[in-house]
Nanobody, 126 residues
Framework: QVHLVESGGGLVQAGDSLRISCQAS????????MGWFRQAPGAEREFVAY????????VYSEAVEGRFTVSRDNGKSTLYLQMDDLKPEDTAMYFC???????????????????WGQGTQVTVST
């Protein structure tokens, strides 16, 4: 079992950068493939980024490709999402999640992620 806590969200202007973090505790972090997801008000939760255990396979959604960078520090049990050139449409609650099913290959299916953090709010103003 792993416990996840996101941090680093905030209010920024369009074009700004922000880095959010996800601190893990419990089962060794390196055992988990991880994902970032986001949920805007009134919308469904959507996939943002996927990273395998040792950063060998990384996948982004089309919406953030080229602007966001996912990384992890297994020694610090921490997952990061560096967000550059933020746009108002990036406004959402951002969640990190640990994959617990069908994790050997890329997955963006929410139900494949068994552990979730509480989320951190990112708001991008015009």
């Amino acid at each position: 079992q792993v416990h996840l806590v996101e941090s680093g969200g905030g209010l920024v202007q369009a074009g700004d950068s922000l880095r959010i973090s996800c601190q893990a505790s419990g089962t060794p972090f390196r055992k988990y493939v991880m994902g970032w997801f986001r949920q805007a008000p009134g919308a469904e939760r959507e996939f943002v980024a996927y990273i395998d255990n040792f950063e060998q396979n990384i996948v982004y959604s089309e919406a953030v490709e080229g602007r966001f960078t996912v990384s992890r520090d297994n020694g610090k049990s921490t997952l990061y999402l560096q967000m550059d050139d933020l746009k108002p449409e990036d406004t959402a609650m951002y969640f990190c999640a640990a994959c617990t099913k069908s994790c050997n290959e890329f997955t963006k299916v929410l139900s494949d992620y068994g552990y979730w953090g509480q989320g951190t709010q990112v708001t991008v103003s015009t």
